[in-house]
T-cell receptor, first 109, second 115 residues
Framework: DAKTTQPNSMESNEEEPVHLPCNHS???????IHWYRQLPSQGPEYVIH???SNVNNRMASLAIAEDRKSSTLILHRATLRDAAVYYC??????????FGQGTILTVHP | SQTIHQWPATLVQPVGSPLSLECTVE??????LYWYRQAAGRGLQLLFY??????ISSEVPQNLSASRPQDRQFILSSKKLLLSDSGFYLC??????????????FGNGTRLTVT
C-alpha cells in the first residue's frame, strides 16, 4: 500500500484559506487520492477524491501534482466547524482505505 | 437515500465477556462493508471487510471476528473481551459498483470500554 506523509498539525484563522499538504510518492498509477476528515467523537466524513485532475466540490478543492506524488486539500474559507483531523489516503482494491495519523487542523476565531 | 446504523453508541463490558456490535445499511444493495477500530489518540485500523454475504476478509489477527449474515448487515463479535479491545469501533460502507473510487460512508461509531 502507498504510504502518505502529512504534517501532524496546522493552524488557521477563521475566514482564511487553508492548504493541507500530503505526500504520497509511492502511489500507483491507478490509485485515487481520497481525503476524509474526522470531528471529535464522530466517524470520518468523506471530503473529496481525485485521480489526476484538480477537483472541486462544495466542501473543498483538491489540487493534485502533475507527477501525482503529492496533493493539497484546499479549504477556501475556514470556519470553526472545519476544525478536525484531516486524512489523505490512496485508494486500493476493494476500497480498502488505510488511515494514517492525519493532520490536526485548529481554526482560530 | 442511504443510511448506516450502528449500535450501541457506548458500551462498557468486563474482561472475558462476549461482544456483539451490529451495523446495518439502508437504501443500497450489495454494499462493501468495513469494520474499523480507533484506539484513543490514534488513527483508524481496518479490522475486517466484506464484499458480499458470507465473505469476510480479516486484516489483522486478533481476538475479534466478523460475520455478514445478510446483504446489508455486518456484525463484529468476540467470545472473550480483552482490555486491549477497548476503542472506538466504526462501521462503514461503500457502493460495490465503482468501488475502486467511490467514497466510504461511516456510522457514528461504538465506544467500547473493557474493564
Amino acid at each position: 500500500d502507498a504510504k502518505t506523509t502529512q504534517p501532524n498539525s496546522m493552524e488557521s484563522n477563521e475566514e482564511e484559506p487553508v492548504h493541507l499538504p500530503c505526500n504520497h510518492s509511492t502511489i500507483s498509477g491507478t490509485d485515487y487520492i481520497h481525503w476524509y476528515r474526522q470531528l471529535p467523537s464522530q466517524g470520518p466524513e468523506y471530503v473529496i477524491h481525485g485521480l489526476t485532475s484538480n477537483v472541486n466540490n462544495r466542501m473543498a478543492s483538491l489540487a493534485i501534482a502533475e507527477d501525482r506524488k503529492s496533493s493539497t486539500l484546499i479549504l477556501h474559507r475556514a470556519t470553526l466547524r472545519d476544525a478536525a483531523v484531516y486524512y489523505c489516503i490512496p485508494g486500493t482494491s476493494y476500497g480498502k482505505l488505510t488511515f494514517g495519523q492525519g493532520t490536526i487542523l485548529t481554526v482560530h476565531p | 437515500s442511504q443510511t448506516i446504523h450502528q449500535w450501541p453508541a457506548t458500551l462498557v463490558q468486563p474482561v472475558g465477556s462476549p461482544l456483539s456490535l451490529e451495523c446495518t445499511v439502508e437504501g443500497t444493495s450489495n454494499p462493501n462493508l468495513y469494520w474499523y477500530r480507533q484506539a484513543a489518540g490514534r488513527g483508524l485500523q481496518l479490522l475486517f471487510y466484506s464484499v458480499g454475504i458470507g465473505q469476510i476478509s480479516s486484516e489483522v489477527p486478533q481476538n475479534l471476528s466478523a460475520s455478514r449474515p445478510q446483504d446489508r448487515q455486518f456484525i463484529l463479535s468476540s467470545k472473550k473481551l480483552l482490555l486491549s479491545d477497548s476503542g472506538f469501533y466504526l462501521c462503514a460502507w461503500k457502493g460495490s459498483i465503482g468501488a475502486y473510487n467511490s467514497p466510504l460512508h461511516f456510522g457514528n461509531g461504538t465506544r467500547l470500554t473493557v474493564t
